[in-house]
Each structure stands twice: as structure tokens, then as C-alpha cells.
């Protein structure tokens, strides 16, 4: 393979590889949108649920239901885990997305290294008006995979463990 066919495969790969970050960065804004009205919910409940343990209910005119306190936190904890099972949904697809995006970026940096030796190294690192040069964008690649990686672990420990307190 020449010199300028294993660029442009490069350049390929690299451009496929763009736009599927852009179409996933899409689907990454539209499921942490989707998360902040769950997560306003979940604060919500765990409000009620720690003034649900703040009141003395023998003290009020409620005293004469039977077993309302442990009825009310009954229903607020199955509220709260109906929450972090959707929440656990969104991680899932969170997840999804941080996998495809270094799945194509690992893809990218196969291409490269099969043609590297044809590349060369000062093919690699040369720009022009038009493009910039293949180690530019490897680096970006790498910068970008390094993001979703970086934001998936805030999220990654398992939502059940978030309410313990209770």
C-alpha cells in the first residue's frame, strides 16, 4: 500500500470515527438530561423519607391511623427504588456510549498502527490547510475516549447503594 492510500485510510477511519463520537455525544446529552428530573425525584424522596424519621407521629392527629409511618416509608422506599432502577437504565446507556466511543477510537489507533511504517513518522505529524495531521487527531481521539472514561466511573457504583441510610 502506498504512502497516500494508508493516509487516506487513516483519514477514513479517523472521519467515520468522528461523527460517530458526534452521534453519541448526542445520545450522552439527551440520557444526562433525561437523569435530572429522576435525580429531583430521588432528592425529593429522600426528603420525605428523612422527615418521614424526623416526626413522632404519636404526637399529631394522625396518631389514629394503625401502622402509618411504617406504610409511608414502605411506599417512599418502593418509590426510591423505582427511581434508581430507571437511573440504572440511563448508566446502562451511559455505558453503551463510553464503550462504542473507545470501541471506534481503539478501531482508529489499529488502522494507524497496521500502516504506521508505511506512514511514517513525518507524514504523521504533518498538517495542512485543509487537515490536520493524523498524530493531531489520534491525539484528540485519545483525549475524547479519555473524557467518556473519566465520566463513567462517577456513575458506576450501583444505585441501589445511594439510599443505605434509610
Known amino acids: 500500500m502506498s504512502k497516500q492510500a494508508a493516509i487516506l ?70 418509590a426510591v427504588e423505582t427511581v434508581l432502577g ?5 448508566m446502562s446507556v451511559l455505558q453503551t456510549v463510553r464503550d462504542a466511543v473507545s470501541n471506534q477510537v481503539a478501531t482508529v489507533f489499529q488502522q494507524y498502527e497496521q500502516h504506521a511504517d508505511t506512514i511514517g513518522l513525518s507524514a504523521s505529524i504533518e498538517r495542512s490547510s485543509l487537515a490536520p495531521s493524523v498524530a493531531d487527531m489520534l491525539e484528540w481521539l485519545q483525549d475524547i475516549d479519555r473524557f467518556y472514561r473519566n465520566q463513567y466511573p462517577f456513575l458506576h457504583s450501583r444505585p441501589s447503594e445511594c439510599y443505605m441510610y434509610c
Do not use: M
Open 9 to 78: 485510510s487513516v483519514h477514513q477511519a479517523t472521519k467515520k470515527c468522528f461523527e460517530v463520537i458526534g452521534q453519541q455525544q448526542s445520545v450522552w446529552d439527551c440520557t444526562l438530561a433525561d437523569c435530572l428530573p429522576l435525580l429531583s425525584s430521588l432528592s425529593s424522596l429522600g426528603e420525605q423519607l428523612q422527615s418521614c424519621s424526623k416526626v413522632h407521629f404519636k404526637n399529631t392527629p394522625l396518631q389514629g391511623f394503625p401502622e402509618l409511618e411504617q406504610r409511608l416509608r414502605y411506599k417512599l422506599i418502593q
Open 86 to 90: 430507571k437511573l440504572g437504565e440511563k
